[in-house]
């Protein structure tokens, strides 16, 4: 055993001077699950007990920015990972975060292959800063998984105490088989090329019960991002929404129906399709008004010729970088998007959307947000960013309980578990007059 710590504190030292640290006062990376630690025992590594944050089986969800404590002294870690016997030779390792935007393949997180077979990562933050993360080999189909296969949560390091740390990746979703399929009710799915981002989208439609009993009835329409994490387990990163089962459960107790369609996100690309304005330290962003042209020009047209749809009762709904982006649609098409619901938006990635929505001439007709307090490694700072956006909104004639609903959850997270439970909510207010 002493000899085995002296070789891991050995080759920790020895990447500590050819690595150098990743991180500083802009950056850093960590890992973790059920770790050991060879340089002691340490409580700040642990796995919290919440769904994966991300947003799909290509999310990259992002939480708050992690906004370290200024004027700190720094911590550096080194991780020394043990992966399954079966990862490919040819593998590469990485750490996707709320540091990174979730980024799966983020070259400055990349880890280095060790003789003996493990990876490792040099690491520095400010003492205090937490962050979320997990590791992959590229992308959320090779994200690592439980021992069983199963998903796992986010893993989460406290930067207190430099020192070594041995942790272990069970193993890699890509090695099981998908999960089940979960779809109820009526649920198509079709694809549509994009011009304006130039590749081919998959499309989620669901129909209400009744929608084959009365011919003559029109229905309300939601539009929702990250279509893959909304019907079905099977093609969700960590969980899905339930929307089906929810609004199939509705219609049975109230008679509420609605269409709502899905759009699956780009995988690699979402934050860049989801982000309105380009993130410079990120360095991601920016296709946010294609993607809006897509389904302003092309999928809606294409929805409303083929369905019995009601034109002006038209609603966008998303969470995260997903919610950020239906802010946005609301007040750069308002006259399409009457309705908008935003689940925990990404506020941070994007502060231009303050001014934004300040200057537009008009907005939507009613604005449903939704919070917890326990969202990503600064909730604090999620909040307070929840109340500038409040404050906007209230200086622009927006009124709670009239057309604007803020909902804060305590202990809520960011996952689709939480935004999931509060769908009914939001779409009954939203679309019940």
Not at 166 to 183: C, G, P, S
Not at 191 to 196: H, N
Not at 227 to 256: C, H, R, S
Not at 318 to 331: D, I, N, P, Q, V
Request: net charge negative.
């Amino acid at each position: 055993m002493k000899s085995t710590k002296a070789l891991t504190l050995f080759i920790a030292i020895l990447l500590i001077a050819s690595l150098g640290c990743i991180g500083g006062s802009n950056g850093g990376v960590s890992s973790t699950q059920s770790p050991s630690t060879s340089a002691g025992t340490h409580s700040s590594l642990w796995t919290s007990t919440r769904a994966t944050s991300s947003v799909s089986s290509t999310s990259n969800t992002e939480t708050t920015a992690w906004h370290p404590p200024q004027g700190e002294k720094n911590v550096t870690v080194t991780f020394i990972v043990s992966v399954p016997g079966y990862t490919p030779q040819n593998a590469s390792v990485y750490i996707a975060g709320d540091f990174n935007g979730w980024n799966t393949e983020d070259e400055r997180f990349r880890l280095k292959r060790l003789p003996d077979g493990r990876w490792a990562i040099n690491l520095t933050f400010p003492y205090g800063t937490v962050i979320s993360f997990k590791f992959t080999r590229g992308s959320w189909e090779t994200v690592e998984v439980g021992p069983a296969g199963g998903e796992i949560p986010d893993r989460h390091f406290v930067f207190r105490k430099s020192g070594v740390y041995e942790l272990r990746v069970y193993n890699w979703r890509d090695h099981f088989e998908k999960a089940t399929h979960t779809i109820s009710g009526n649920v198509k799915v079709f694809k549509m090329f994009s011009p304006q981002l130039n590749r081919t989208v998959r499309v989620w439609v669901y129909l209400p019960p009744d929608y084959g009993k009365n011919e003559k009835k029109r229905y309300p329409v939601l539009y929702m991002l990250d279509g893959q994490n909304i019907f079905d387990n099977a093609t969700a990163f960590a969980g899905e929404w339930g929307v089906d089962e929810t609004l199939e459960e509705l219609y049975n107790k109230t008679g509420f129906s609605i269409i709502v369609v899905g759009i699956d996100n780009g995988g690699e690309r979402r934050i860049d399709e989801y982000a309105p304005w380009k993130n410079e330290w990120y360095g991601k962003g920016g296709e946010g008004n294609a993607t809006l042209e897509f389904i302003v020009e092309n999928l809606k047209p294409y929805i409303d010729a083929l369905y019995r749809t009601e034109r002006g009762e038209t609603g966008i709904m998303g969470s995260s970088l997903g919610g950020l982006l239906a802010l946005y649609a609301g007040f750069a098409y308002p006259d399409t998007f009457r309705y908008v619901g935003a689940m925990s938006p990404s506020l941070w990635f994007n502060p231009e959307i303050y001014g934004f929505i300040e200057n537009a001439e008009r907005g939507p007709e009613k604005i449903y947000l939704y919070w917890g307090t326990s969202e990503g490694s600064n909730p604090q700072k999620m909040m307070e960013d929840g109340r500038k956006l409040v404050e906007v909104l209230k200086e622009k004639g927006y009124v709670e309980g009239r057309n604007l609903k803020v909902v804060v959850e305590e202990g809520g997270e960011h996952n689709e578990r939480y935004w999931g439970r509060h769908f009914a909510e939001a779409v009954t207010w939203l679309f019940g007059g």
